[in-house]
């Protein structure tokens, strides 16, 4: 079957993780993605196990990409990027607001070369506005955006930063919705455009909790609790008061507040009473059951590595394997996507710094391979780098 976006070529010049990981997708999908490297190369390229020199990190969000390696500053440069923006489709770019321009290749350059080209930008506080210049990571967007008070607010703890780079990963996911309503859009009218892409704005769009903010309602916590119990923690969604009724109703919970007990006294009776339920079966099996027959959301609390051992990530087949350049196999995260009538998924393996400056410039860019030959030799281009 035929991957859904094969056809269009996509020219990544976005490093680290928001941009790479919107590329990756574009890949899985099927569009050919050539990324453009700095002679120093993604600094995730020395992130994680390296092996063959190609590090972990760098393979999860650049497998299936060729790779180019050129000097940005070089005055050769910006003519080559110019080149290649005219035969391309996509670009995608994360550089703070103004290094696309003070090289020469911001949307005002490149767009009278290629009026179908669609480019996007993410930065931390968008392309213009009293914040623009700041240098933005995910981080720093988990504080500006509230997350990080929040969660120290309502679970009592000193604030910290979240072991999950959800700015990146959400800005990557948002940036690639709007680019394929993009492609849609020029598909219609035949004209490509800027995306200008806020990590503020997408923490806040996708914070469902901040929400409640825009009508000054108090915060509290929701979602799921975690409660010890035989086999190991468990999660349990719901609020509190529902899960103790539903076991007094469905499992004979007795209710062991003392008559005449404060509010704290009587939730923490009931508290009490819910965990020794939850201690009290022989198995992990016979707990299970007894959540299923109340229709009970739970789930296992798992390390993440048993979470790509457990039998819907086995069946499913969410970790790929990819070609490590040195004859075996490791493994990426697949993507996510599904389709009935189509093919997805990771490609390729990961390339080397500047593993296809010949074939991308000959084809993309319309160069000579003499002309090529004199680029790498003026030190414009930066010839594959061997492990």
Same mark, same amino acid.
């Given at each position: 079957?035929?991957?859904?976006?094969?056809?269009?070529?996509?020219?990544?010049?976005?490093?680290?993780?928001?941009?790479?990981?919107?590329?990756?997708?574009?890949?899985?999908?099927?569009?050919?993605?050539?990324?453009?490297?700095?002679?120093?190369?993604?600094?995730?390229?020395?992130?994680?196990?390296?092996?063959?020199?190609?590090?972990?990190?760098?393979?999860?969000?650049?497998?299936?990409?060729?790779?180019?390696?050129?000097?940005?500053?070089?005055? =050769?440069?910006?003519?080559?990027?110019?080149?290649?923006?005219?035969?391309?489709?996509? $670009?995608?770019?994360?550089?703070?607001?103004?290094?696309?321009?003070?090289?020469?290749?911001?949307? =005002?350059?490149?767009?009278?070369?290629?009026?179908? $080209?669609?480019? $996007?930008?993410?930065?931390?506080?968008?392309?213009?506005?009293?914040?623009?210049?700041?240098?933005?990571?995910?981080?720093?967007?988990?504080?500006?955006?509230?997350?990080?008070?929040?969660?120290?607010?309502?679970?009592?703890?000193?604030? &910290?930063?979240?072991?999950?780079?959800?700015?990146?990963?959400?800005?990557?996911?948002?940036?690639?919705?709007? &680019?394929?309503?993009?492609?849609?859009?020029?598909?219609?009218?035949? %004209?490509?455009?800027?995306?200008?892409?806020?990590?503020?704005?997408?923490?806040?769009?996708?914070?469902?909790?901040?929400?409640?903010?825009?009508?000054?309602?108090?915060?509290?916590?929701?979602?799921?609790?975690?409660?010890?119990?035989?086999?190991?923690?468990?999660?349990?969604?719901?609020?509190?008061?529902?899960?103790?009724? =539903?076991?007094?109703?469905?499992?004979?919970?007795?209710?062991?507040?003392?008559?005449?007990?404060?509010?704290?006294?009587?939730?923490?009776?009931?508290?009490?009473?819910?965990?020794?339920?939850?201690?009290?079966?022989?198995?992990?099996?016979?707990?299970?059951?007894?959540?299923?027959?109340?229709?009970?959301?739970?789930? =296992?609390?798992?390390?993440?590595?048993?979470?790509?051992?457990?039998?819907?990530?086995?069946?499913?087949? %969410?970790?790929?394997?990819?070609?490590?350049?040195?004859?075996?196999?490791?493994?990426?995260?697949?993507?996510?996507?599904?389709?009935?009538?189509?093919?997805?998924? %990771?490609?390729?393996?990961?390339?080397?710094?500047?593993?296809?400056?010949?074939?991308?410039?000959?084809?993309?860019?319309?160069?000579?391979?003499?002309?090529?030959?004199?680029?790498?030799?003026?030190? %414009?281009?930066?010839?594959?780098?061997?492990?």
């Amino acid at each position: 079957m035929a991957r859904p976006l094969e056809g269009l070529r996509v020219l990544d010049l976005s490093r680290v993780l928001a941009g790479p990981f919107a590329g990756r997708m574009l890949s899985d999908l099927g569009a050919d993605v050539v990324k453009l490297e700095p002679p120093e190369g993604d600094v995730t390229r020395g992130w994680g196990d390296i092996r063959h020199g190609i590090s972990g990190y760098y393979t999860q969000q650049n497998s299936g990409k060729r790779t180019i390696c050129l000097d940005l500053a070089h005055p =050769d440069g910006r003519a080559i990027v110019h080149a290649l923006a005219a035969n391309v489709d996509i $670009l995608i770019e994360n550089f703070r607001p103004g290094v696309m321009a003070r090289h020469g290749v911001a949307w =005002d350059d490149l767009a009278p070369l290629n009026p179908r $080209l669609i480019m $996007l930008s993410i930065s931390g506080f968008g392309q213009e506005g009293p914040e623009a210049s700041r240098a933005a990571y995910a981080s720093v967007l988990h504080a500006e955006s509230g997350l990080i008070a929040r969660q120290s607010e309502l679970d009592g703890y000193a604030p &910290t930063d979240p072991v999950l780079s959800i700015a990146d990963m959400n800005a990557g996911l948002h940036g690639l919705v709007a &680019t394929l309503a993009a492609v849609v859009h020029r598909e219609r009218g035949g %004209v490509g455009q800027h995306i200008d892409l806020s990590m503020l704005d997408v923490m806040l769009v996708t914070d469902d909790y901040a929400t409640f903010t825009l009508d000054d309602y108090p915060l509290t916590r929701g979602g799921g609790e975690v409660w010890d119990a035989t086999g190991g923690p468990i999660m349990v969604t719901g609020d509190f008061r529902t899960l103790f009724r =539903d076991l007094v109703r469905r499992h004979g919970l007795v209710d062991p507040t003392p008559e005449g007990a404060s509010l704290p006294e009587k939730i923490r009776y009931r508290r009490d009473a819910v965990q020794a339920w939850f201690s009290s079966f022989e198995d992990r099996a016979e707990l299970v059951a007894a959540l299923d027959r109340s229709n009970l959301a739970w789930g =296992d609390v798992r390390s993440t590595a048993a979470a790509y051992a457990s039998p819907t990530a086995q069946a499913r087949g %969410v970790a790929a394997e990819v070609e490590d350049r040195g004859g075996s196999t490791r493994r990426v995260v697949q993507s996510p996507y599904r389709f009935s009538s189509a093919e997805s998924g %990771v490609i390729g393996a990961p390339a080397y710094k500047g593993e296809h400056n010949h074939e991308i410039l000959e084809a993309w860019g319309g160069f000579s391979r003499e002309a090529i030959e004199a680029f790498e030799k003026g030190g %414009v281009l930066i010839a594959r780098e061997k492990p």
